[in-house]
C-alpha cells in the first residue's frame, strides 16, 4: 500500500504540475493555476498521515516506510526547484517567455551551482532522517527498526555520494573548450609588426 502511494504521490506530483502550468499560461488563468501548484505539498502530507496510520496500526516497520520518508524527503528539497524549471521551459514553450537559463557547464560557476543542488540534499536527507528517527522513536526499542536505522545509513550515504560528486566539481573544475579555441584564434590574427615599425 505504501510503494502504491508513493508512486501515486508522484504521478500526482506530475499531474498537478501540468494542470497548474497549464491554467496558469494557455488558459490564461494565473491564481487558479498557482491554486493548483499550491496543493502540491498536500501530496507529501498525505503520504505521512498514511505511513503513520500503517505503523500505529501495527504494521511493521520496513523498507517501504523507509521510502517513504526518502521520498518525501527529497520533494520537500527538490519540489520547488523542479516546479521552476519547468515553470520555466512551459512559459518558454507556450506564453513566449525568455528561453530558460540553463545551469553554468564550467568552472566556477557549475562548481557553485553543484553545492547549491548538494545543500538541497542535505535538506532533503534531514528532513527523511527526522521522519526515520521519529518512526525509530514510536516503534521504540524493543521493536524491529532495523530497517528504519538501515534507511537512515542510505540517507547518509546518499549524502555522502552527493557530496563528494559537488566537491569534484571544485577540485577539478571542467574548462571551456571554447574558451582555449578563443584564445588561440585571437593569438593567431594578431597582426605581426609591420616593416614601418621594424625601422
Same mark, same amino acid.
Given at each position: 500500500?505504501?510503494?502504491? !502511494?508513493?508512486?501515486?504521490? @508522484?504521478?500526482?506530483? =506530475? $499531474?498537478?504540475?501540468? $494542470?497548474?502550468?497549464?491554467?496558469? *499560461?494557455?488558459?490564461?488563468?494565473?491564481?487558479?493555476?498557482?491554486?493548483?501548484? +499550491?496543493? @502540491?505539498?498536500? +501530496?507529501? +502530507?498525505?503520504? +505521512?498521515?498514511?505511513?503513520?496510520?500503517? !505503523?500505529?496500526?501495527?504494521? #511493521?516497520?520496513? =523498507?517501504? %516506510?523507509?521510502?517513504?520518508?526518502? *521520498?518525501?524527503?527529497?520533494?520537500?528539497?527538490?519540489? %520547488? *526547484?523542479?516546479?521552476?524549471?519547468?515553470?520555466?521551459?512551459?512559459?518558454? /514553450?507556450?506564453?513566449?517567455?525568455?528561453?530558460?537559463? /540553463?545551469?553554468?557547464?564550467?568552472?566556477?560557476? /557549475?562548481?557553485? %551551482?553543484?553545492?547549491?543542488?548538494?545543500?538541497?540534499?542535505?535538506?532533503?536527507?534531514?528532513?527523511?532522517?527526522?521522519?526515520? #528517527?521519529?518512526?525509530? =522513536?514510536?516503534?521504540?526499542?524493543?521493536?524491529?527498526?532495523?530497517? !528504519?536505522?538501515?534507511? #537512515?545509513?542510505?540517507?547518509?550515504?546518499?549524502?555522502?555520494?552527493?557530496?563528494?560528486?559537488?566537491?569534484? *566539481?571544485?577540485?577539478?573544475?571542467?574548462?571551456?573548450?571554447? #574558451?582555449? /579555441?578563443?584564445?588561440?584564434?585571437?593569438? @593567431?590574427?594578431?597582426?605581426?609588426?609591420?616593416?614601418?615599425?621594424?625601422?
Amino acid at each position: 500500500m505504501i510503494v502504491a !502511494l508513493i508512486i501515486a504521490c @508522484e504521478a500526482g506530483f =506530475w $499531474v498537478l504540475l501540468a $494542470v497548474g502550468l497549464a491554467l496558469r *499560461y494557455l488558459a490564461r488563468m494565473p491564481r487558479t493555476g498557482a491554486a493548483v501548484l +499550491l496543493l @502540491e505539498p498536500l +501530496l507529501e +502530507l498525505v503520504l +505521512l498521515i498514511v505511513t503513520a496510520i500503517d !505503523l500505529k496500526n501495527g504494521a #511493521q516497520a520496513d =523498507w517501504k %516506510h523507509g521510502l517513504a520518508a526518502l *521520498y518525501i524527503g527529497f520533494t520537500v528539497a527538490y519540489g %520547488h *526547484y523542479m516546479i521552476k524549471w519547468a515553470d520555466g521551459h512551459f512559459l518558454h /514553450r507556450f506564453a513566449g517567455g525568455p528561453p530558460p537559463v /540553463r545551469p553554468p557547464k564550467y568552472g566556477m560557476p /557549475r562548481a557553485r %551551482h553543484e553545492l547549491k543542488l548538494w545543500l538541497r540534499t542535505v535538506l532533503g536527507m534531514a528532513v527523511a532522517a527526522a521522519l526515520l #528517527q521519529i518512526a525509530v =522513536w514510536y516503534v521504540g526499542e524493543d521493536g524491529d527498526i532495523a530497517s !528504519l536505522r538501515g534507511t #537512515q545509513g542510505a540517507a547518509a550515504r546518499i549524502l555522502l555520494i552527493h557530496g563528494v560528486i559537488a566537491l569534484s *566539481y571544485l577540485l577539478w573544475p571542467r574548462k571551456d573548450p571554447d #574558451q582555449g /579555441r578563443t584564445a588561440t584564434s585571437t593569438t @593567431e590574427t594578431e597582426p605581426g609588426p609591420t616593416r614601418k615599425t621594424l625601422r
